[in-house]
């Protein structure tokens, strides 16, 4: 199964990255409060840009998106976030 987004939308799949303290404990599963508000693009909807505008977000790229932003969807077993392009904050890299 694929997950297209609509419209000015973007679908992003979490990255989940190992967190540590500045002494280099690792912090387990339980101890991480919330998702990550960052991602890696996978899909991008047909209304995110005009057609002679150069995209700043293309698929591959990590992107950093606003904390409340966009709906939680879970498909063949992989979570995805499903953003539009004006919560994109900034692009990584």
Do not use: H, W
């Not at 508000?37 to 790229?61: H, L, M, R, S, Y």
Request: aromatic share 6%; charged share 35%.
């Amino acid at each position: 199964m694929s997950l297209k987004p609509l419209g000015d939308r973007l679908a992003v799949k979490y990255v989940e990255k190992e967190e540590k303290t500045e002494g280099g404990i690792v912090l387990p599963d339980t101890a991480k409060k919330e998702k990550p508000q960052q991602g890696k693009v996978v899909a991008i909807g047909n209304g995110c840009f005009e057609e002679d505008d150069t995209p700043d977000v293309k698929v591959g790229d990590m992107v950093v998106f606003d904390k409340f932003a966009g709906t939680e969807v879970t498909v063949d077993g992989e979570d995805f976030i499903v953003v539009s392009i004006d919560d994109v904050l900034a692009v990584i890299g």
